[in-house]
């Protein structure tokens, strides 16, 4: 198949999909090399942004989605009439934070980690796809497992969960609320305080801004 058309190809395939899909998946179904297909996806992705077209491919862990691009949300939902997503609580963020940092993870785990019933915000987390079952332990009882959805990365601005924040490296850094902070836009951003940093996530998820990745020579 020409390049042209294998491109067309997986175009096709992640708008029909709508859902992020495998890459290894759409390789096997163009019975090519997943390296190629990754290639293309690239080449993709640099053609929709030549062209500033309203549509990106996103990355996402092991998959790739085709999605609208930020700056046109608002015309988008106008159009649509979608009603803007609640804001996570406190309490969310703060049991999305155990599930990500320790995935995968049981429901008690999280309990113990908070000290509260945690059944509501799981159940929430669930329903706005950022987690997921990951299967069960081989337990008494087995007790399902939770883990993070590529919905959480695309919410995230990530493309893997090794993009997430360090968890505080020291007590001083724990004592004065610090968190190490390094992401694939800047690289290593230093030090932030715990409540600044948590006010950025929250305005990244709520105006669904992607921040502009800086050349890696720049990081």
């Not at 290894?24 to 019975?31: C, D, K, P, Q, V």
């Not at 080449?43 to 491919?57: C, F, H, K, M, P």
């Not at 963020?93 to 320790?102: G, P, Q, S």
């Not at 997430?164 to 902070?181: D, N, R, T, Y």
């Amino acid at each position: 198949m020409k390049a042209s058309k294998l491109q067309a190809a997986i175009e096709a395939i992640l708008f029909a999909s709508g859902e992020p899909i495998e890459l290894e998946r759409i390789a096997e179904a163009l019975e090519i090399e997943p390296e190629v297909c990754e290639q293309v996806l690239y080449n993709l992705s640099a053609q929709l942004d030549e062209r500033n077209s309203g549509i990106t491919v996103l990355k996402l862990g092991d998959k790739y989605q085709l999605s609208s691009r930020t700056e046109y949300a608002e015309v988008i939902r106008d159009v649509l009439e979608l009603r803007k997503n609640t804001p996570l609580s406190q309490a969310a963020f703060e049991v999305l934070a155990v599930i990500a940092y320790n995935q995968p993870v049981t429901k008690s785990f999280v309990e113990q980690v908070r000290g509260v019933d945690c059944s509501g915000v799981i159940s929430t987390l669930c329903q706005k796809k950022l987690i997921e079952e990951k299967g069960r332990l081989d337990l008494p009882g087995r007790p399902l497992i939770y883990g993070t959805t590529p919905d959480f990365l695309r919410c995230f601005s990530i493309s893997s969960l090794d993009e997430l924040p360090a968890i505080p490296e020291s007590e001083k850094e724990e004592a004065e609320g610090l968190v190490s902070v390094r992401s694939r836009y800047a690289g290593d951003e230093g030090q932030m305080a715990l409540d600044a940093f948590v006010d950025m996530i929250c305005k990244e998820i709520r105006t669904k801004a992607i921040r502009e990745e800086l050349p890696q020579d720049a990081k």
